[in-house]
């Protein structure tokens, strides 16, 4: 089976999943889908989240958030200077300046009062993945390392073989 087909149908579970949100751990980001209703809402990030989210994934690879044809989040946000936010620098402790805090702490608030759902998962051969949702969304993610290096991980709480790994050479 090749690596599109592969990608295609370990995430159609996603189909029609909420999208819960955005989060960073260093400089990869993990984003949340589906199965966190708690008395009616949604969790709103965070450790809540990690605790309540069915599926994530993990991505180490360049990705970007598109609303519409407009990119609205993206890794760049981890460590670039943007609209009078300062640099991240790993340990300065100074997480609440970087821009991804903020821009990605007002896009899970949409996606919580929104309820935006999985519409659509494509990828190609390269292990490029995009997932399309409700409100014209689209979270694309560009496989481009060299050297068997990990691109992204796909959890499913519901799985109990383990995770699904794409490498740059799968």
């Not at 949340?32 to 990030?45: L, Q, T, V």
């Not at 670039?80 to 899970?108: C, K, W």
């Not at 995009?130 to 496989?143: A, D, G, P, S, T």
Request: glycine share 10%; with cysteine.
């Amino acid at each position: 089976m090749s690596i599109k087909h592969q990608i295609e149908g370990e995430l159609s579970v996603l189909l029609g999943e909420r999208i819960i949100g955005f989060r960073r751990a260093a400089l990869m980001v993990g984003v949340d889908f589906g199965g966190n209703e708690e008395n009616g809402r949604m969790a709103s990030g965070g450790r809540d989240a990690c605790k309540t989210r069915r599926y994530a994934l993990h991505v180490h690879s360049p990705w970007r958030l598109l609303k519409e044809s407009d990119v609205c989040l993206s890794q760049y946000a981890f460590c670039h200077q943007m609209n009078g936010f300062r640099r991240y620098e790993e340990n300065d402790g100074a997480d609440e300046d970087v821009p991804f805090t903020e821009l990605s702490s007002d896009i899970n608030r949409g996606f919580e009062s929104e309820a935006v759902r999985v519409t659509r998962v494509e990828a190609n051969e390269l292990g490029d993945l995009k997932i399309y949702m409700e409100n014209e969304y689209c979270l694309e993610i560009f496989v481009d390392s060299i050297g068997n290096t990990e691109s992204w991980r796909f959890f499913d709480g519901d799985r109990e073989s383990g995770h699904f790994v794409v490498f740059d050479e799968p």
